[in-house]
């Protein structure tokens, strides 16, 4: 009697991974708890940097974000202020003209 179809004695899918021996048997030495406690100290630290570094850019976003801001307002400025230097010239103009007439 044949097996169904959609199974098969010999499917390699399914089978577990081998199982490997521990590290010591293979000549792979154990950590010593100083490089453990050196290896934590690490990962603390680049968890304080990487804090800091995120802190950092945020405070430069806020200041490009002013900046940005800042620009704007001084584009602003700059209009309102060749309108006025226009109205003084047109102002000199009328003032020249009603001392010829005059």
Do not use: Y
């Not at 293979?26 to 290896?39: W, Y």
């Not at 304080?48 to 704007?72: N, P, T």
């Amino acid at each position: 009697m044949n097996p169904p179809r959609w199974t098969r004695k010999d499917d390699s899918r399914n089978a577990s991974p081998p199982l490997l021996p521990p590290p010591s048997s293979v000549g792979v030495p154990s950590p010593s708890p100083s490089s453990v406690a050196q290896h934590v100290e690490l990962k603390m630290r680049n968890a304080e940097l990487r804090s800091a570094h995120d802190l950092l850019e945020h405070a430069h976003r806020r200041k490009e974000e002013e900046c940005d801001s800042l620009r704007a307002e001084s584009a602003a400025i700059a209009e309102e202020r060749d309108a006025a230097f226009e109205s003084v010239r047109e102002l000199r103009r009328v003032l020249r003209q009603f001392q010829k007439n005059a």
